[in-house]
């Protein structure tokens, strides 16, 4: 029942495995230690922070440290190389329960959660939860894309989440907070994973390996608006020089609507057929357009300068993201976006006038 949801361009972290590689994060790891230390850790947590400041890794490394055959969970620090260790870091672990929202579907399925129409409880998430550990000393319930449940989900789970088994530990991870059903957020203990700019700049070398300018970092972080995902794929050494076109075509005196329509949909061809990657693309050039014209925009008003066109692109940018973020087609987005942007308008239609 557990779906694995890798991003590839992500998976090939060095990592080391152990709390190290949680940056950023030290008062949230001595939670963690000091309540594991004082045998109160369990229950249903949520997790939330931007997508990479370290949620996933911190549940991955919990659930090491938790059901390591070497080391005591008290000392965090699981060994890596007994067959927990092994199994959770290749999510194969019986103990470990994950679930996360397959691509091709909007919402976490309900046979998830409470299993298959003829079998209701019988198998999924909150049955599951409820076995005797099978190797382990305790169950493991990770539930990804906690932003992603809807309300029928949500319900199936607050009983769960209100009273999980002795020594099981929920682990829900999501993004925004507020974007968390109240009915989660009200049941669970919730853990704040943010990242401020030194700690996303060390967690970018130090993890990810990125070697870079200060400030190419710096501007990688600001387009991606603390998206550690976005940040990385920004910094992608390929996507330079598809940044700098971009950049010229939309900071001309007169953009060629052809030209920002040819390179848009290069990119998002470019990454192959998986409309998850299209749309991370698209989103990541939009992201580029926001940024430049909020620059120019900012400059401009430095010079007491005032440019209704600018303030258009830019809005027409921003308006493009949210389109992509609900489900838009992408080739009429872009051939709007393109035809809007050369045009200097907003893009908005209907309405006033
Ligand atoms: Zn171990």
Redesign the pocket.
Known sequence: MSQTNTDPEIASQPMTGTWSDLIGHDRIRDWFATAIKQGRFGGSMLFVGPPGSGKKTAAKLLA?TLL????APASMS?????S??IQVEADTHVDVIRVSKPDDKATIPLEYLIGEREARMQEGFCHDIQLKPLVGSRKIAILEDGDFLNEEGANCLLKTLEEPPADAVILIIGTVEQQQLPTIRSRCQIIRFTLNQKNAKRLLREVHGINVSEEQLDEAIEIAGGNMHTALRLLDEASNDFHNDLTKLLLAKSPDPVKISRVLTEKMTSVGKDAKKRRHALRDAFAIAVQNYRRRVRALTYADDFDATTMSRLDRSVRAIHELDRNANQSTLIECYAADIAAGVTGERGGIG
Request: proline share 8%; glycine share 8%.
């Open positions: 090491k390591c055959e070497q080391t699981p060994c890596g190389t007994c927990s260790c």
